[in-house]
């Protein structure tokens, strides 16, 4: 009766051991692991999200940043942390709080110098802060004087023999052409002219990253009819209109960041930027994310905050879950097996 009752344990051992690794085997010949990961729901990436932000997002994490960015004298990061901080309900430490209130006092009094203004908005290099861009510099940028502006300047350098900016022409020319096309697409073209003038904007600050001028040069290398942008031509006479639509995906995807934040957010989003898919991503999360999208990448950076947005796929979790049994398994009868031999040999 015992030598049955042993046999019958060890034989639903058996089918228990062949049942899990045939199903690990099955699950690993479907190639799980070759693209594990697929997209959450905009819901789920947002919750996912926003719970890796208020693990991240700590008065100690807040007073060290905020140390540093004081130690470096950029009051813009001074302010934006301080800000952040108050929205979200972290107290700051006594003493950085007196500093952040004397950078504020300093930093107030920007906007009443119009002549300031005046050289921030002809050169975006020339602004003092992300405010002062977003006041003086952006509005002319995101309108066609910026992009005739553009022109100008490679125009010129073009004229004189100098090296001519081929990505900032360019980019320029995709936000004309998206500024003539509003009219014939019903406004479809406007996230393209506000990527394409974003862009242009963090090129002309030296904030793109090398991957981004990469991607940009796959598409916005166009060619130039200087004779025909110098007198304001229509903008097929210019360049190659066809080149031109193609270059407009990538834009589109920053110009949807820029809806879903805002221009100023994009600029300093944009270093975040390695290519094309990486601004796909991004735009996705700021889907997700909307308004918070750059306080989320800040706190969390960009591959965590990426992360969110995707999950491990039902097959790859039902593979992992079948191998960790099967090995579970084996484990535990070895070890029923090795102190069942302890306790023979220690038996009288």
Request: proline share 3%; hydrophobic share 50%; charged share 20%.
């Amino acid at each position: 009766m015992r030598q049955a009752r042993i046999w019958t344990y060890r034989g639903a051992q058996a089918v228990l051991l062949a049942a899990t690794t045939g199903a690990g085997a099955w699950g690993v010949a479907q190639q799980p692991f070759v693209a594990p990961y697929v997209e959450r729901s905009a819901e789920s990436a947002g919750r996912a999200l926003e719970a890796a932000f208020r693990r991240a997002f700590t008065p100690g994490w807040v007073a060290a940043e905020l140390g540093r960015a004081l130690a470096a004298d950029d009051a813009d990061r001074v302010l934006w942390l301080a800000d952040l901080a108050q929205a979200e309900g972290v107290p700051l430490e006594p003493g950085q709080a007196e500093a952040v209130a004397a950078v504020r006092a300093a930093e107030a009094g920007w906007g009443k110098v119009a002549s300031d203004c005046a050289a921030c908005a002809w050169d975006i290099r020339a602004c003092g802060s992300v405010s002062e861009m977003a006041a003086c510099a952006i509005p002319v940028e995101l309108s066609p004087l910026g992009d005739v502006n553009a022109l100008r300047r490679q125009g010129m350098a073009a004229l004189a023999g100098h090296e001519v900016d081929r990505l900032e022409t360019g980019l320029a020319l995709l936000g004309l052409g998206a500024t003539a096309a509003v009219v014939f697409t019903g406004g479809s073209s406007v996230l393209v002219k506000a990527g394409a003038s974003t862009v242009r904007m963090t090129r002309r600050l030296g904030n793109l990253t090398p991957g981004m001028v990469r991607a940009l040069d796959e598409v916005a290398d166009l060619p130039v009819n200087w004779g025909a942008a110098i007198r304001g031509a229509p903008i097929e006479e210019i360049t190659d209109a066809a080149r031109l639509a193609r270059a407009g995906a990538l834009a589109q995807d920053v110009g949807r960041i820029a809806g879903n934040t805002s221009v100023g957010d994009t600029l300093v989003l944009l270093r975040h930027v390695d290519g094309a898919e990486d601004a796909a991503r991004m735009a996705r999360l700021s889907d997700v994310a909307g308004a918070r999208t750059l306080a989320r990448v800040e706190v969390l950076g960009k591959p965590r905050s990426f992360r969110a947005l995707v999950r491990l796929s039902d097959m790859a979790l039902g593979t992992l879950a079948a191998i960790y049994a099967a090995a579970l398994q084996v484990l535990t009868m070895l070890a029923g097996g090795f102190g069942r031999g302890v306790l023979r040999l220690l038996r009288p």
